[in-house]
């Protein structure tokens, strides 16, 4: 699991942070200032990846003070987006930036893609395992493997699984789920997840109706279950 610490004074936009990127693999870390991130990230013993909200005018100096201690992924957001302080803050050692005011969304997918860059899967990345035997399930490839032959998955089946996978057993609810797979934006009524579990497990399972690869958590959502 990659740690995530949010640096955000704003309790509204560090709540909202937080509901868009839990139960996806993140163990998440909240602070209120660039101070404690510099506290948190000394001695070696930091998080993972960093999405500070950094001070306008001063920020790409708490940056370099940052990146002396650490070399972790860091997502910069700040009320300033003049040309020159956004060339400063990249210079200062920031992976990616976002001005303020932004869409949650927009940060959770860019906070979730720098992850990817810098903790990529294994090519063969996840087996699962069912009474019909192993599933090899391989995202950079884009490839769903029984044995010697390919399981055909759509699209939005295969980044659904992806999605499952890549919360290492952890529930992850329809809203979420609705959020990740779909993107690029989707108004409608959540219960499609349900549509497209049940589309995977026809593909999947060896007896859909008892399944033991996206198994429901009744209230909750969807796990996988790798075992």
């Not at 906070?111 to 063969?124: C, I, S």
Request: hydrophobic share 40%; aromatic share 4%; net charge negative.
């Amino acid at each position: 699991m990659v740690s995530l610490l949010i640096v955000e004074e704003d309790i509204g936009v560090r709540k909202a942070l937080r509901q868009a990127l839990e139960g996806g693999g993140f163990d998440i870390e909240e602070a209120l200032d660039p101070e404690t991130a510099l506290r948190a990230v000394s001695g070696g013993s930091g998080p993972d990846l960093l999405l500070i909200d950094l001070p306008h005018g001063s920020g790409s100096s708490y940056l370099r003070r940052i990146r002396r201690e650490c070399t972790v992924p860091i997502i910069v957001t700040s009320d300033g987006d003049n040309t020159d302080e956004v060339v400063d803050v990249f210079e200062a050692g920031a992976d990616d930036f976002v001005a303020k005011p932004f869409e949650v969304k927009e940060v959770a997918a860019r906070v979730r893609a720098l992850r990817r860059r810098a903790y990529p899967l294994e090519p063969q990345a996840r087996l699962l395992l069912d009474r019909s035997g192993p599933l090899i399930l391989a995202p950079r490839a884009g490839k769903l493997v029984r044995g010697e032959r390919d399981v055909h998955l759509t699209v939005t089946e295969f980044r659904l699984l992806c999605e499952l996978a890549e919360a290492q057993g952890q529930v992850l609810s329809r809203h979420v789920l609705l959020n990740r797979v779909w993107d690029r934006g989707y108004f409608g009524d959540d219960r499609i997840v349900d549509v497209h579990v049940r589309r995977l497990r026809v593909k999947i399972e060896q007896d859909p109706s008892d399944p033991h690869i996206v198994v429901t958590v009744r209230g909750l959502g969807y796990r996988l279950d790798v075992a």
